[in-house]
């Protein structure tokens, strides 16, 4: 494999903790399962994107950049890591965020302002439509910028998730557990790809279960297809000779709900459940809902209890203080 020498930037701590859930596999009297703590990543209150970070900021700082450019959700897990490793290494980082400024700054939202990154409210263009126009007059005046897609999901994202699957592969084999299947929140694809092709060449069968977070398409291709041509732009980027198709996508988009941010009964269950089995906190947006997921599909037989899980825990708990009102927890009793 070609990566091992690419530039790399160290901005989290690793390997994360891999942890067996025995107390949530009582209760939900399911198969074993195990949990990879990516919300332990350590940079800025952790999440998978720091992994990413690690390749694509250490792609920009090889090619001289001196500003950071991203765009996200108002709430985007992505950008706060973003903004953390641009300030850890006097990075100038501008973030793109969709929707108008609240009036409240909450969340992931108000430690991208902590960690003093400029803001540019985009409305209703939530993907980075804006990036060129403020790339442009970053340029202008004489600044270096450097775009990070949104998601951290391009070739070097997807990278990082195939060391992240090696490391999962090494703790695993000391503790001497086998998985069937890898569940987690799916959202712009890089966990996604890096994983596939990670389970493609160690020759690993696990059912690499995307839980589709958001109805959304990327520049008018599918979700689906956007996964599995990054997988094989991935494979080619580090010179192997692996190819993908849609038989080998697993995307389960059946827990979308009302879609991206729209916060259920299905989320709010399995934050208390894993909150108050565990001592664990997932996310309102991403791991509330990847969770609820393998919970009913634990329920409905989809997965058997002879199955053996590995949820991958992409972080997020950042969220929990800005979706307060649309969580049981907050409520007032009566
Ligand atoms: C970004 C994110 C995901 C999704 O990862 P992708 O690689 O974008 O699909 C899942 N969980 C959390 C908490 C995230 O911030």
Known sequence: MKYEHMPREPLGFFPTPLVELTKLSKKLDGPKIYMKRDDNTGLALGGNK??????????????????????????SNHCRQTAAAAASLGLECHLVLGGQEPDKFDGNLLLDKIFGCKIHWSGTNRKGEDIPEIVEHLKKSGKKPYVVP????????ALAFLEAFKELESQRKNINASFTHIVFASSSGGTHAGLMLGNKLFKSSYKIMGINIDKGETDQISFDQYIVSLANSTAKLIGENLKFSDVDLMLNSDYVGEGYGVVGALENEAISITAQTEGILLDPVYTGRAMGGLIDMIRNGKIKKTDSVLFW?????????????????AKKST
């Not at 949104?150 to 994202?157: A, C, K, M, T």
């Open 313 to 329: 825990h992409t972080g997020g708990a950042p969220a929990l203080f800005a979706y307060s009102n649309d969580l049981d927890a």
């Open 150 to 157: 949104y998601g951290g999901s391009n070739e070097l994202g």
């Open 50 to 75: 720091t992994r990413k970070l690690e390749f694509i900021i250490g792609d920009a700082l090889a090619q001289g950049a001196d500003t950071i450019v991203t765009a996200g959700a108002a709430q």
